[in-house]
C-alpha cells in the first residue's frame, strides 16, 4: 500500500469547513483514497473513499486532484462531535487481504 | 463497530501471565486484522489474516502470536505478558471489492500489566 503523509495535528473552528489535506505521491494507477476517523480511543470509523472523482456523502466530501497525488477532506460544517483523529490511507479496491497500515494521522481540534 | 466482537474489553494481567483476546465477526468477510494502539499514538499491525487458514505478521508481531481458527474467528495470544503490552487492542476485518474494501473495527480491549 501506498505510504501518504499527513499533518499531525490542526484546529478548525465550529461551524465552519474543515479541510484536511493528505499527500499520497506514490499512488499508484489502482489504489483509492480511503478516509477514517477515530473518535476518543473507538474503533476507527470510515468516512469516504474514492478514485479519482471528487466524492460526497452525508458525512464529508472527498476532494482528489488531477495528478492523484494528493487529496482533500472536508467536512462542510464542523461540530464538536467531529473532534478526532482523521487517517488518510490508500489502497486497491480489491486488497482484502493485503497488509494494512495506518499513518499517524492528523488529530483534528474543532473549537466553539 | 457493529459486525465485528472483540472480548475481553478490559482487562488487567500480571507481568507473565498469558492471555487471548477474541475477535468474531459476523459479516463473512475474508481477511482479519489485529492492531495495537498506545496511548496518543496511531495503529500499529500485530497480525492479520487474509482468509482462513493463512496469518501474516504485521509491524510489531513480537510477543504475540494468533490463530486464525474459523472464518469467523481471529484470536491474539499474549503467551509472557510484559508492561510493554499495555495497550487498546482493536480487531478489524476488510470487506469484499462490491463492498468497497471497507474495513470494520471493533470497540477495542482495553489491557493493562502490572
Known amino acids: 500500500d501506498a505510504k501518504t503523509t499527513q499533518p499531525p495535528s490542526m484546529d478548525c473552528a465550529e461551524g465552519r469547513a474543515a479541510n484536511l489535506p493528505c499527500n499520497h505521491s506514490?499512488?499508484?494507477?489502482?489504489?483509492?483514497v480511503y478516509w477514517y476517523r477515530q473518535i476518543h480511543s473507538q474503533g476507527p470509523q470510515y468516512i469516504i473513499h474514492g478514485l479519482k472523482n471528487n466524492e460526497t456523502n452525508e458525512m464529508a466530501s472527498l476532494i482528489i486532484t488531477e495528478d492523484r497525488k494528493s487529496s482533500t477532506l472536508i467536512l462542510p460544517h464542523a461540530t464538536l462531535r467531529d473532534t478526532a483523529v482523521y487517517y488518510c490511507?490508500?489502497?486497491?479496491?480489491?486488497?482484502?487481504?493485503?497488509?494494512?497500515?495506518f499513518g499517524g494521522g492528523t488529530r483534528v481540534l474543532v473549537k466553539p | 463497530n457493529a459486525g465485528v466482537t472483540q472480548t475481553p474489553k478490559f482487562q488487567v494481567l500480571k507481568t507473565g501471565q498469558s492471555m487471548t483476546l477474541q475477535c468474531a465477526q459476523d459479516?463473512?468477510?475474508?481477511?482479519m486484522y489485529w492492531y495495537r494502539q498506545d496511548p496518543g499514538m496511531g495503529l500499529r499491525l500485530i497480525y492479520y489474516?487474509?482468509?482462513?487458514?493463512?496469518?501474516d505478521k504485521g509491524e510489531v508481531p513480537n510477543g504475540y502470536n494468533v490463530s486464525r481458527l474459523n472464518k469467523r474467528e481471529f484470536s491474539l495470544r499474549l503467551e509472557s505478558a510484559a508492561p510493554s503490552q499495555t495497550s487498546v487492542y482493536f480487531c478489524?476485518?476488510?470487506?469484499?471489492?462490491?463492498?468497497?474494501?471497507?474495513?470494520?473495527f471493533g470497540e477495542g480491549s482495553w489491557l493493562t500489566v502490572v
Open positions: 478489524a476485518i476488510s470487506g469484499t471489492a462490491s463492498s468497497g474494501n471497507t474495513i470494520y
Open positions: 489474516s487474509a482468509s482462513e487458514g493463512t496469518t
Open positions: 459479516m463473512n468477510h475474508n481477511s
Open positions: 506514490t499512488i499508484s494507477g489502482n489504489e483509492y
Open positions: 490511507i490508500v489502497r486497491p479496491r480489491d486488497a482484502a487481504g493485503n497488509k494494512l497500515t
